[in-house]
């Protein structure tokens, strides 16, 4: 199991940034995929970027590409989301994830560690 501590949520005016950070520990060897999901109220908790830990590949849901930046370092085993550009459409909680996942990194239910998800709002 590995353990996921996210950081770096808050308010914002639309057009702001913020960074969202992860911390991994654990048994983080067993997973090659970091990924972040986001749930607003009453919604469906949806896809919005991965990042795979050994070739750093990126990968976006396409409402966020050109807006959202994933990262990853491996030696302090941590990943971020830093989110540019924003909007009030980008308004929810925002869950760091991991495990070990193929094709299917943009299925919430590929990976089996999550994080207790950190607030972005985004004010208009």
């Known amino acids: 199991q590995v353990q996921l501590v996210e950081s770096g949520g808050g308010l914002v005016q639309a057009g702001g940034s913020l960074r969202l950070s992860c911390a991994a520990s654990g048994r983080t060897f067993r997973r090659n995929t970091m990924g972040w999901f986001r749930q607003a109220p009453g919604k469906e908790r949806e896809f919005v970027a991965a990042?795979?830990?050994?070739?750093?590949?990126?990968l976006y849901t396409d409402s966020v590409k050109g807006r959202f930046t994933i990262s990853r370092d491996n030696a302090k085993n941590t990943g971020a989301l830093q989110m540019n550009s924003l909007k009030p459409e980008d308004t929810a909680l925002y869950y760091c994830?991991?495990?070990?996942?193929?094709?299917?990194?943009?299925?919430?239910?590929?990976?089996?560690?999550w994080g207790q998800g950190t607030q972005v709002t985004v004010s208009s």
């Open positions: 994830a991991a495990g070990h996942i193929g094709a299917a990194y943009y299925d919430k239910g590929s990976y089996d560690s």
């Open positions: 990042i795979r830990w050994s070739s750093g590949t990126t």
